[in-house]
């Protein structure tokens, strides 16, 4: 069964670094993309940045580039988000998700398929705040 577990989020104050960190297990993801996706309160999940699992390649949103990086370790089987100069706007469940596309294509699919891809973690809250 596979899992992807999310973990690392909490309660910064602006201006703060955080990574998250995406556990991934139970297949190997050669020709998958693993991307990470927030969801503030209220408001629509939206996509962050995803990366190849096989050559590493990246796609990031407007909205964050050049402020997070995702990179992953697949000796450890992890994902992780590194996000720079948090601000309150941050706020949100973060999530990592899985899916057989290229990064780009995972950017930039409409969020109604959202529901449709592989695998899903469960979240974890970041909270920016002072």
């Known amino acids: 069964q596979v899992h992807l577990v999310e973990s690392g989020g909490g309660l910064v104050q602006p201006g703060a670094s955080l990574t998250l960190s995406c556990a991934v297990n139970g297949r190997t993801f050669d020709g998958y993309s693993m991307g990470w996706f927030r969801q503030p309160p209220g408001m629509e999940r939206e996509f962050l940045a995803a990366?190849?699992?096989?050559?590493?390649?990246?796609y990031y949103a407007n909205s964050v580039k050049g402020r997070f990086t995702i990179s992953r370790d697949n000796a450890k089987n992890m994902v992780y988000l590194h996000m720079n100069s948090l601000k309150s706007e941050d706020t949100a469940n973060y999530y990592c998700a899985a899916d057989e596309l290229t990064p780009q294509a995972m950017g930039i699919m409409p969020p109604i398929y959202y529901a449709g891809m592989d695998y899903w973690g469960k979240g974890t809250l970041v909270t920016v705040s002072s």
């Open positions: 990366i190849s699992w096989s050559d590493g390649s990246t």
